[in-house]
């Protein structure tokens, strides 16, 4: 006893990593550092409609299909015939597992009738039987018990049903399976479970929560307890998929382990790549901030031909317009959008940002480049995606798609709108202004009742680039960085620039 | 009428199989007619298969099978309430 105790302790971290099982839950190894412990019980607590019952079903599936680890599911409270149609759409075929002996159903749904009384004390051993004796049949190494909650209803009397779980989930626990249990909770926040016992008979406790947020739902997952364990703290936000069910988007396990490149490529305008002494960082990310009108959507066309014309792959990814008017911006401006699709150079997705949440805005991006897997990639406009999320969401949101767009090495462009027309910034920039590797900012300034378009490089990580302000124009063939350099001017970048005569200066 | 068919689950030889048959069918003397009941004992350890096929969770419950529809009683009764739990699984029979 000692010996455990001594293992166990903070100075030799390897000890405290219990035998994990892989769930095959995309995201769950990274956020529980492995899986799930075998021969141990974890509860799910989750409001109703929190995706406890999908997460089971998907633990015992993806452990038939990717681990070849048969389950038994037990169920308190929906028919079997229902657990089976509510999650055919996921493409796990229940019947063929059970043909397959994989999977077995123990059915413990009780009704709600006035046809059973319970008059004195009593065990479990006829539940526990029926569950051992399915696991023998199977061979199961996973099993699951959903939910836990109408025992309670059922038997009433918290106390010995505690007592009798707590036998059921020792026999089980003896047998080194990986044991899940399920239980409804009433609030988001607040007490774990519902009967306030359910979380003293397991090891670990997951919370799922479906949260209203900004009028937007956010499914998160938290690791609440992991007994003897590490894990990742706080919430996770995670999806479920209409066709792959769960999948979980590990934002605080992103590592900065990425290697950046030398390699230099065209921004697709010869000026801008002086600029920024040589173009883009082949893996970099840049952001491009400008008001309204100032031309950051044409300085996407124009990174997209660059990708083009160095025989790249580019997704473009539209949140604020339609395919039709990216494509006629881009032929106004001389570039041929529909030419390079039929190359398959170029794919463009348009996309309400409203049709779906952050993370599905996320998985479906993530999706593409896994698919299609272009070197470049950009987005117009953060602006517009931002729009209805929490900051924090938000941000976690950049964090994981410029995390991702690195590891896969993409070269990627971000556009964001700031509010103001003359000068400031938007909000959107101070929060991902630390994320991006560079900064290209486009202002209008007015100067002697004129509005002129000027561009600086604001930031250029690991590299040397121009500080000034320079003027260009638009026309059909694109954006026109002129020489003029505003050498004699102040408070450009705010928009009402000055004239400050430095020769006055140097000479006092 | 057809006989009233009573089972009784338990688990196991520490399930006091006998005993029980011995407290319910004294139960049954006192409010049912004799030979209108037979009581089954079924040791669920043994077989398995009809505790999932009844659908059973806990040892001990009586339960009425025939006629139907199901009625039962779990728990460890004494004798006065195995009289109660007799009367409870069989008020909707005409007797």
Known sequence: ?508 | MNIIIFHVYVAGASGNGKQLLKLYDEACKVCLKEGGYRIEIIDILKKPQLAEKHKVLATPTISRTDPGPEKRIIGKLNNEQAVTAIKFLTEDLLI
């Open chain 1, 1 to 508: 006893m000692a010996k455990t105790k001594a293992l166990l302790t903070l100075d030799n971290p390897t000890s405290l990593m219990i035998p994990k099982v892989k769930t095959g839950i995309k995201g769950f190894e990274e956020i529980s550092y492995g899986g799930l412990p075998r021969g141990r019980t974890t509860l799910i607590s989750g409001s109703s409609g929190s995706g406890k019952t999908i997460f089971s079903c998907q633990f015992l599936a993806a452990g038939i299909l990717q681990f070849d680890e048969p389950g038994v599911f037990i169920t308190f409270e929906e028919s079997v015939e229902d657990l089976k149609n509510n999650v055919k759409s996921f493409g796990w075929d229940i019947d063929k597992f059970e043909k397959n002996n994989k999977w077995l159903f123990v059915d413990a749904s009780v009704s709600f009738n006035n046809e059973t009384k319970v008059m004195g004390d009593y065990d479990l051993k006829a539940l526990l039987i029926r569950i051992e004796s399915a696991i023998s049949k199977v061979k199961a190494k996973r099993v699951v018990l959903d939910s836990i909650g109408s025992l309670f209803h059922y038997f009433q009397d918290p106390s010995i049903i505690r007592r009798e779980l707590f036998k059921v989930l020792s026999t089980l626990k003896r047998k080194k399976l990986v044991i899940l249990i399920t239980s409804e909770r009433l609030e988001e926040y607040g007490v774990v479970s519902r009967f306030g016992v359910e979380e003293y008979i397991a090891d670990n406790v997951l919370i799922l929560r479906n949260v209203l947020e900004n009028e937007k739902r956010r499914r998160t997952i938290e690791i609440l307890k992991y007994r003897g364990s590490l894990h990742s703290m706080g919430e996770q936000s995670f999806v479920i998929d209409p066709q792959k069910g769960i999948e979980i988007i590990p934002l605080t396990r992103l590592q900065l382990t990425q290697n950046s490149s030398e390699k230099r490529v065209s921004s697709g305008n010869p000026p801008l790549d002086k600029m920024c002494g040589g173009g883009f960082f082949k893996d970099s990310i840049i952001l491009v901030s400008g008001a309204t009108g100032t031309g950051k959507t044409l300085m996407v066309t124009e990174f997209i031909k660059g990708g083009f014309e160095n025989g790249e792959k580019v997704l473009f990814v539209a949140y604020e317009e339609s395919r039709e008017q990216l494509i006629r911006n881009a032929k106004g401006w001389g570039v041929d959008f529909p030419k390079m699709e039929k190359a398959g150079k170029l794919l463009i997705k348009a996309v309400y940002p409203e049709s779906a949440s952050l993370e599905e805005h996320l998985l479906r991006i993530q999706l593409m480049v896994e698919e299609w897997k272009p070197t470049r990639f950009a987005l117009d406009s953060l602006t517009a995606i931002e729009r209805g999320s929490s900051k924090k969401n938000f941000r976690e949101f950049l964090i994981a798609l410029t995390s991702f767009l690195k590891k896969k090495e993409v070269l990627a462009i971000f556009t964001s709108t700031s509010s103001n027309i003359v000068g400031g910034t938007s909000v959107t920039d101070s929060h991902i202004s630390t994320i991006t590797d560079s900064i290209i900012l486009l202002r209008y300034a007015e100067l002697y009742g004129n509005i002129h378009r000027v561009i600086t490089v604001l930031k250029m990580r690991g590299s040397l680039h121009t500080k000034n302000i320079f003027e260009f124009d638009i026309d059909a063939n694109g954006m026109h960085i002129g020489h003029k350099q505003f050498d004699r001017m102040s408070g450009i970048l705010g928009g009402l620039p000055f004239v400050s005569d430095r020769n006055e200066e140097e000479k006092e």
